[in-house]
């Protein structure tokens, strides 16, 4: 099937570790994104790539590290994880760079810090 | 800067009756593009529909039908004749033509659709 596809669905971890979060799009697209959705369920863009470039880095820590191995991958790396950064992490894909293009998204992914 | 604004948290209707979701959005751009998005129970993101700042035109889908007003800058979304399956989280969100590639979302307004 064409989507987007995360991996884990659910990530349970220690205060203090370091994981990580993959995506895939096999949509053929050259846009990806990574999205942090919190309890209250604000949903709030955290990177974007196009074509393995970052194009959009807002305001978040320097703990996460987006890596783009090429432009159907997106995978987030998190270090020394905090119990702030429980919420589920959406990964989007989108044709272009484009203001018109509407987005993909992958299934999430819950991030439970204990 | 862009901006995105739905004042309604949460909102709950019995099954048949129609529903209106308000969107109000900021931006300084001419050329802009606003979405909506739905997340049912089940987590998933789904895009729904797309507007561009030139047309103006409302649309019908089935009974979901979008209201576009650059006027009132707003972008409201109805749902006639509710149905449970609708119940979920409503995303509005927009992009401008000068910051290609980035979408702000608001902060989504929970519809339950009770039986």
């Known amino acids: 099937d064409t989507a987007v596809s995360q991996t884990p669905k659910y990530l349970v971890t220690q205060m203090g570790n370091d994981k990580s979060i993959k995506c895939e799009q096999n949509l053929g697209h050259d846009t990806m994104y990574w999205y942090k959705q919190d309890s209250k369920k604000f949903l709030k863009i955290m990177f974007s ?65 204990l | 800067a862009q901006k995105v604004t739905q004042a309604q948290t949460e909102i709950s209707v019995v099954e048949k009756e129609d529903v209106t979701l308000d969107c109000v959005y900021e931006t300084r751009d001419t050329t802009y593009y606003l979405f909506w ?63 290609a590639g980035k979408s702000t979302f608001g902060d989504g307004t929970t519809l339950t659709v009770k039986p």
């Open chain 1, 49 to 113: 790539y196009n074509n393995k470039e970052l194009i959009i880095n807002e305001t978040v820590p320097n703990r996460f590290s987006p890596k783009s191995p090429d432009k159907a991958h997106l995978n987030l790396h998190i270090n020394s994880l905090e119990l702030g950064d429980s919420a589920v992490y959406f990964c989007a894909s989108s044709p272009l760079k484009r203001s018109y293009n509407e987005q993909f998204f992958g299934p999430g992914t819950r991030l439970t810090v």
């Open chain 2, 37 to 99: 998005y739905k997340q049912p129970p089940s987590g998933e993101l789904v895009f729904l529909i797309r507007r561009n700042s030139f047309d103006e035109q409302n649309e019908i889908s089935g009974r979901y039908s979008w209201n576009f007003q650059k006027s009132t800058s707003s972008f409201n979304f109805t749902i006639t004749a509710s149905q449970v399956v609708d119940s979920a989280v409503y995303f509005c969100a927009l992009s401008e033509n000068t910051n």
